[in-house]
C-alpha cells in the first residue's frame, strides 16, 4: 500500500479525530434512546459518522487508481488572518452591532484570499451581513444588538 493521495490522507486523518473527540466528548452528557434522545446522542452519533467518512476518506487515498497530490506548507498567516477575524468579531459585537461586526468579520477574513479583491469583498460583505440578520434577526428571532450602541438605533 503506497500513500498516494497525501491531501485525501490527512483530510480523512482530520475526520477520524474530530469526530472520534466529538463522539468522546458527547458520552459525558446524557445519552437518552433512539425514541427520546438527550443532549448526547446527536453530537455522539454525528461524531461516530464523521470518523467513518474520514476512515472511508484515508482508504481512498490509499487506492492505486488515487490522484497522486502533495500536502503544501502550511500558511499559519492565513490561519492567523481567519482566527483574528473571528475574535476581532468576538470582541465588537456587544458594542459595534450585528451589521458592523459582520461586514468586518467578512471584510477581514477576505484579506486571507490568495485572489483577494476589494469589491469582491465588499459585495460579498454586504450580502452575507444581509443574509445573516434575515436568518437570525427575522428568521429565528434572535436579539442581537444590530447597530452600534452609540447611534442608539436598537
Known sequence: MQLRNKQD????VMFIL????????????????????????????L?????ILGFVILLSSLRKKAEKTEVDRFDFKILAIIVGSIVLFGFVLRPL??????????????LASH???????????IFLTLLCWLAFVKGLGLVFPIWPAFLGMN
Open 9 to 12: 490522507f490527512w483530510s480523512g
Open 18 to 45: 474530530l469526530g472520534l473527540g466529538f463522539a468522546w466528548k458527547a458520552t459525558s452528557y446524557s445519552m437518552g434512546t433512539a425514541a427520546r434522545m438527550g443532549p448526547g446522542y446527536f453530537p455522539h452519533w
Open 47 to 51: 461524531g461516530i459518522l464523521m470518523a
Open 97 to 110: 452591532g450585528l451589521v458592523v461586526s459582520l461586514f468586518l468579520l467578512v471584510a477581514c477574513s477576505s
Open 115 to 125: 485572489e483577494h479583491s476589494w469589491k469582491v469583498s465588499i459585495l460579498n460583505s
